[in-house]
């Protein structure tokens, strides 16, 4: 079930690279259940496959570690991948900038 699900994964997210920037909802639906299948699959053989070596004393402990590892790991992966794609786009997304500036319609003044 674990590879099935990280098989879901990948192909998921080769998809979402592959989408168009001005697509529609239809185009970004498949993608988007083929990834939501996955992180089922994969994160239900996670769970599992943290518990089973753990005794009947240690049960509480490791299941509250994999929960912890798994929030603080997501937490940590979105600020990385937020503060890498910032510095992808930088200042050019951002209102206010000469890039920006030039894109907006011209109102007479500089």
Known sequence: MLLTGLVLLVAALALLTRLPADGSYILD???TMLLAAGFGLTISA???LGMSGAGPAD???ASGFSNTT???GGALG???LTTLADGRTGPSRRPGTRRARRSQP???SP
């Open 29 to 31: 639906l498949p993608p």
């Open 46 to 48: 996670l769970t599992v």
């Open 59 to 61: 049960a509480g402990t």
């Open 70 to 72: 798994q929030q603080v």
């Open 78 to 80: 979105v600020a990385v």
């Open 106 to 108: 011209c109102s007479g």
